[in-house]
């Protein structure tokens, strides 16, 4: 969608993550009138772009709505476009206004009054309105199509789509059957392992079960690898191949995924998949670990015969959406490289930093104490490094 952001200069601060949030959904936002010419060009270049745009946001606040405030100008333009804003105007409070003061223009549609992440919010915001004009014009054509299918009897080739789209679970090509993490914006972080922040994911599939020796098995019989993990030689298939693979790289996680036609999830996504949007401690809820939730705290010689669990285990521990051993069992590997800060305004669909420490890990493993099983726990190693307490599930979704 094309966005025109109408702002004073004296808020720019506030304004600049809402259009770094903006970009990250990959809209193009008019936003930085710096290197615009002077004069009538100016203006010239200000209407053009107001006009083409799909949406245009009007920041509120006192410097905005001040008399000879060139953003006045820019919502006449705006006026003059669209003689009624709905669905073309979005007005955003950023800072303390009288709402009386608002011209009439925008007093015909919802204020939107953030009190919370400001870019967050205003880019699930956009996100919905986006959305309702891609509804409005599914439908528009969806009318059209249905009539020229049923004339031309072909409403067989459509309906399957449909279904698949709409769908709660999804079979993945290594049969693991992965479940629907709706799309929508949650708290993540705890102010102690990474700052709490709204983030926005969009709709995608995680993994119901972790990957088990017997499903990379077949993996390495696909694809003729003799890259075998650690461990390798300790696992009997026909008695422990329900437990989760262990001993793989990150590089390995990712080959399977690939092989699967999915990808391992960043971490907002394995984040939400595992507390929901209640900001739970654990996947079940606040109340601490036991062995019936979770399975950690152990001490063995022999992890894969006595320690480790089954992927189908712990239904009591499972997430909000319905995902097992989420905590506990094996640390799981996710997409992102480990920064102890984050982008401003990456809060659509983040995917972190592009270099870091290590690859992070999420969940905590068999041996690992109650605490490290939190939902925001976050932990980190080479890519290259293997373990017998580490595992991963993987996602499909929109690609990242």
Same mark, same amino acid.
């Given at each position: 969608m094309k966005i025109f952001l109408s702002y004073s !200069?004296?808020?720019?601060?506030?304004?600049?993550?809402?259009?770094?949030?903006?970009?990250?959904?990959?809209?193009?936002?008019?936003?930085?009138? !710096?290197?615009?010419?002077?004069?009538? +060009?100016?203006?010239?270049?200000?209407?053009?772009?107001?006009?083409? !745009?799909?949406?245009?946001?009007? *920041?509120?606040?006192?410097? @905005?709505?001040?008399?000879?405030?060139?953003?006045?100008t820019?919502?006449?333009?705006?006026?003059?476009?669209?003689?009624?804003?709905?669905?073309?105007?979005?007005?955003?409070?950023?800072?303390?206004?009288?709402? *009386?003061k608002l011209p009439a223009y925008l007093k015909a549609v919802t204020i939107l009054e953030p009190n919370g992440n400001l870019a967050a919010e205003v880019a699930d915001a956009v996100y919905r309105i986006n959305k309702e004009k891609r509804r409005r014009l599914l439908n528009y054509f969806v009318g059209g199509l249905v009539l020229s299918m049923m004339v031309g009897a072909g409403i067989y080739f459509f309906l399957p789509d449909v279904i698949v789209k709409t769908s709660t679970e999804i079979n993945g090509k290594d049969g693991m059957l992965g479940l629907q993490i709706p799309a929508g914006k949650f708290l993540m972080g705890d102010d102690e392992w990474s700052p709490k922040r709204e983030i926005y994911v969009d709709n995608y599939y995680m993994d119901k079960y972790e990957v088990s020796f017997l499903m990379y098995d077949r993996f390495l019989q696909a694809t003729g690898s003799k890259e075998k993990?650690?461990?390798?030689?300790? /696992?009997?298939?026909?008695?422990?191949?329900?437990?989760? &693979? &262990?001993?793989?790289?990150?590089? +390995?996680?990712?080959?399977?995924?690939?092989w699967a036609g999915k990808?391992?999830?960043?971490?907002?996504?394995?984040?939400k998949a595992a507390h929901g949007t209640d900001s739970r401690t654990y996947p079940w809820g606040d109340n601490e670990p036991t062995d019936n939730l979770a399975n950690f705290g152990k001490d063995s010689d022999k992890p894969i015969a006595e320690a480790l669990a089954p992927v189908n285990s712990h239904e009591?521990?499972?997430?909000?959406?319905?995902?097992?051993? *989420?905590?506990?069992? &094996? @640390?799981?590997?996710? !997409?992102? %490289?480990?920064? +102890?800060?984050?982008?401003?305004?990456? &809060? %659509?669909?983040?995917?972190? /930093? +592009?270099?870091?420490?290590?690859?992070?890990?999420?969940?905590?493993? %068999?041996?690992?104490?109650?605490?490290?099983l939190q939902s925001s726990r976050r932990y980190y190693v080479s890519p290259e490094d293997r373990s017998m307490d580490r595992g991963f599930r993987c996602v499909q979704g929109q690609k990242k």
């Open positions: !200069s004296k808020d720019r601060t506030q304004v600049e993550p809402i259009y770094l949030a903006l970009l990250a959904q990959r809209h193009k936002v008019f936003f930085d009138r !710096s290197n615009l010419p002077k004069g009538d +060009e100016y203006d010239s270049h200000i209407r053009k772009s107001i006009e083409d !745009s799909n949406l245009f946001i009007f *920041m509120v606040s006192l410097n @905005s709505l001040n008399d000879g405030s060139y953003t006045l820019e919502l006449g333009i705006a006026q003059k476009t669209w003689s009624h804003p709905k669905g073309k105007v979005l007005p955003v409070l950023i800072s303390d206004t009288q709402l *009386m993990p650690e461990y390798w030689g300790e /696992v009997d298939l026909a008695t422990l191949g329900d437990r989760p &693979v &262990v001993g793989v790289s990150w590089h +390995e996680a990712v080959a399977y995924c690939h990808r391992l999830p960043t971490e907002a996504e394995w984040e009591s521990g499972k997430s909000p959406y319905g995902i097992y051993n *989420m905590a506990g069992n &094996v @640390s799981e590997w996710v !997409s992102d %490289w480990y920064d +102890e800060g984050f982008p401003i305004g990456d &809060v %659509w669909n983040p995917k972190g /930093v +592009e270099s870091g420490k290590g690859k992070v890990l999420r969940g905590g493993g %068999w041996f690992d104490a109650p605490q490290a």
